[in-house]
């Protein structure tokens, strides 16, 4: 499965941009293959994404913030969950995916 990551290039607000460019950059450094995916560019795709998200994972007003990441059709968690499993190195497990010491050992 690949990683989506939901972002938009049109966010005014610096924060929502750095808590992409943190997922981005964690995932290009751990060489995870992901895509991103421009909610600002596609109405289809920011519709999937709000679809998707759990009911118990949206906020109680307005509309989820990007960074939301998902494993396919899997959803992960938002910015805040992603900094939570990357704090307790638990990221490969959030991801849905192998550790990659466990890949590496099976090779």
Not at 16 to 40: P, S
Not at 50 to 61: C, D, G, S, T, V
Request: proline fraction near 5%; hydrophobic fraction near 35%.
């Amino acid at each position: 499965m690949v990683i989506h990551v939901f972002i938009t290039s049109s966010s005014g607000f610096v924060a929502i941009k750095k808590q992409q460019q943190d997922v981005v950059r964690f995932l290009e450094a751990n060489k995870i293959e992901f895509e991103e995916v421009d909610i600002t560019t596609s109405e289809e795709q920011r519709q999937w994404m709000y679809k998707n998200i759990p009911l118990e994972k949206k906020p109680a007003q307005g509309n989820p913030l990007p960074p939301q990441i998902f494993n396919g059709n899997q959803y992960c968690g938002d910015y805040d969950s992603f900094f939570e499993s990357e704090e307790s190195n638990t990221v490969f497990s959030f991801l849905g995916l192998e550790s990659q010491l466990a890949s590496k050992a099976e090779s």
